[in-house]
């Protein structure tokens, strides 16, 4: 357990120090990075001491040496138009984004499921031609789009949602005032329904897809046709041989969904304007706040990197195969 | 050190090069027309060919400038006739300019975008898979930890990085969205040399002394070349997608060239004055573009998955 858990531990500090060097290297593509960190209209000797000042000035292995030291220590700068360090900004966003993320990936995961499981089981009928039409559709629609959709019919026109904004959860709760926040949580999870379906759909079709084909691989084991002749129920076959070898792929998937998820949240948080790093992240693309995007990038590619960390413990324990 | 078996005639490696060929172009045939009874394929197919043919008329079909700001005509709702005789079928925009004329238009960037950025990572994905996966040793070990540190980004977030400070350009978005796909062909690209590097007549091909060049792209390439077409049909979809979220956060092309993502970026601010038309359009357009790559993404991998095709077979059609 421990050699595994420390092999996995180096990797993912190797692949911390590969997130650091591409996004050094983004900083240094378009040229002089000065540019990126003053204002468009300062004056020449404003952007020399700015160079001087950030280090610019300094060979590129030290100023990769400086960035990375920074990073380690959450210093990527001060935001252009907030005037405080970048990643205090980000830091205050961040629990509106994981709730959504979290909430997304949990009604993803928990439709997938039994939609997926389903399917299988009514291979080849109409349950099944449905599920997998719908699922195609939820692979090909561009979630934003969804979100704009949904904002016209169910917030616009039927009026059942809100159609921007949230009620923290998080927030209260990480600061200990649990009253709050559980008092919260109801309007919290009605104001992020739309949000978190159009962001969670695209992983609700792929999952159900996957588990679809994962279900109906395992169904035709020797050992399921075993269960199955020993006249156990259809039932307990399905749920105490068949899925328990079905997960293995979707669990897999969780850490990577999460990934895909947090991109996607990017994007339809924008749209719902509701107050995450998404939303923050598109206002610092418009105004060039380039301290604010680097911060929000390198902390959503951290949680995921910790999380597909997680993920693979996890999966270690479900699948004997996979040697602690 | 291990027998060798007598090097083989140059004959016999014409004669076993010749057979492989002619396997692969009926394997290939067979699979073609396995497709074509598969429904959702070609419907996939047609969808396609409808884009493709708005993408390279859309200047000729497209009843105004895509660009043209009438002041006079902002908002029209879809039908309304505009000054003279024309007809803003789709509507128009805040600026007054056609809906549907920009909707045309928006259709040859996404699939400029879609299939050069495609071609830009297949192309590096292939050539690095190829030598990973022939070569082995440390060029292997540092191309895949190169891939798992890219996996390690949400790939919206690497190319939002690199984007915002490249700037929006057409050029641009192609080299990141292409640069971001390498790992996925490396990967599997990898996986089939693995495996075909050890088959006799990659060996013929060694003992016949091609080079190496040779031997990677004319005798190991050709036998791959079908799994990658189904994973560059998914990934047409999936970039196609992420240009359009790209274009919608404002990283995609300049303003002045119409895309659909841009356009639904647009239609945001007019959403509570109920100016649906501004989104639905240029939505349902990326949605059916994205479906037919998955169409036909679906269709390709079924036709060329003998054990699937024995099932379509079996049933006639899909």
Request: glycine share 8%; proline share 5%.
């Amino acid at each position: 357990m421990w050699t595994f858990l420390a092999r996995r531990l180096l990797q993912s500090i190797i692949v911390l120090i590969g997130v650091t060097l591409i996004s050094f290297i983004s900083l240094q593509m378009g040229g002089d990075p000065t540019f990126l960190f003053v204002s468009e209209n300062a004056s020449v000797e404003e952007i020399a001491r700015a160079r001087e000042a950030l280090g610019f000035d300094r060979p590129l292995h030290v100023q990769y040496l400086s960035y990375v030291w920074n990073a380690l220590q959450g210093d990527f700068g001060n935001s252009l138009s907030y005037r405080q360090p970048a990643m205090d900004v980000v830091l205050q966003a961040m629990p509106a984004t994981i709730e959504l993320t979290f909430f997304s990936l949990l009604l993803a995961i928990g439709l997938s499921i039994p939609l997926g499981i389903y399917a299988a089981l009514k291979r080849g009928k109409p349950a099944d031609g449905g599920i997998m039409t719908f699922a195609m559709l939820g692979q090909s629609i561009p979630n934003f789009w969804m979100g704009i959709m949904m904002i016209l019919f169910f917030g616009l026109y039927l009026r059942w949602f809100p159609i921007s904004g949230n009620v923290p959860f998080l927030e209260p709760l990480f600061e200990g005032d649990f009253s709050t926040a559980f008092s919260n949580l109801p309007r919290s999870l009605y104001y992020m329904i739309m949000p978190a379906i159009a962001v969670g759909t695209y992983t609700l079709a792929r999952n159900a897809r996957l588990i679809r084909s994962s279900m109906l691989e395992v169904l035709q084991q020797d050992y399921v046709r075993t269960a199955r002749s020993k006249g156990i129920s259809e039932r307990r076959v399905v749920i105490h041989h068949a899925m328990r070898n079905a997960w293995l792929p979707v669990v897999t998937m969780i850490g990577l969904e999460f990934g895909f998820l947090l991109g996607g949240v990017v994007v339809v948080e924008t749209v719902f304007s509701y107050p995450g790093i998404g939303r923050l992240v598109f206002n610092a693309i418009n105004q060039r706040d380039i301290p604010v995007v680097q911060a929000s990038v390198i902390l959503l590619a951290v949680i995921f990197i910790l999380l597909n960390l997680i993920v693979d413990l996890i999966y270690a324990r479900l699948d004997p195969r996979v040697k602690l | 050190m291990a027998a060798t078996s007598p090097a083989p005639s140059s004959a016999d490696t014409q004669a076993v090069s010749g057979m492989a060929t002619s396997y692969r172009r009926k394997e290939l045939r067979r699979a073609f027309q396995s497709m074509l009874t598969s429904r959702w394929a070609l419907v996939g197919m047609l969808i396609l060919l409808v884009v493709t043919f708005v993408a390279i008329f859309g200047p000729w079909l497209a009843p105004f400038d895509p660009n043209r700001q009438n002041i006079m005509m902002r908002l029209l709702e879809p039908g309304e006739a505009g000054a003279g005789s024309l007809t803003y079928w789709l509507g128009s925009d805040q600026l007054g300019r056609d809906v549907l004329s920009r909707l045309l238009y928006g259709a040859r960037v996404s699939l400029l975008v879609g299939v050069a950025a495609i071609a830009v990572g297949g192309t590096l994905g292939t050539i690095a898979g190829l030598v990973s996966g022939y070569f082995g040793g440390w060029i292997d070990d540092v191309l895949m930890r190169l891939g798992d540190i890219q996996l390690a980004f949400p790939f919206i977030l690497l190319a939002i990085m690199f984007l915002v400070v490249l700037g929006p350009g057409l050029v641009n978005i192609i080299l990141v969205l292409g640069i971001g796909q390498w790992i996925t062909y490396a990967r599997i690209v990898r996986a089939q040399t693995l495996s075909l590097r050890e088959k006799e007549y990659v060996e013929a091909a060694r003992a016949m002394g091609d080079s190496t060049f040779s031997i990677l792209f004319r005798t190991i390439l050709p036998n791959i070349i079908a799994p990658l077409t189904v994973i560059a049909s998914f990934n047409v979809a999936g970039v196609i997608l992420s240009e359009a979220a790209l274009s919608f956060l404002g990283l995609g092309v300049p303003p002045d060239v119409p895309t659909w993502g841009s356009m639904l970026s647009e239609s945001r601010d007019h959403l509570l004055s109920n100016k649906w038309w501004m989104a639905v359009f240029p939505g349902l357009a990326i949605l059916l573009t994205v479906m037919s790559f998955n169409f036909l993404g679906d269709g390709l991998r079924d036709a060329l998955d003998p054990q699937q095709r024995s099932v379509i077979e079996s049933r006639g059609t899909k």
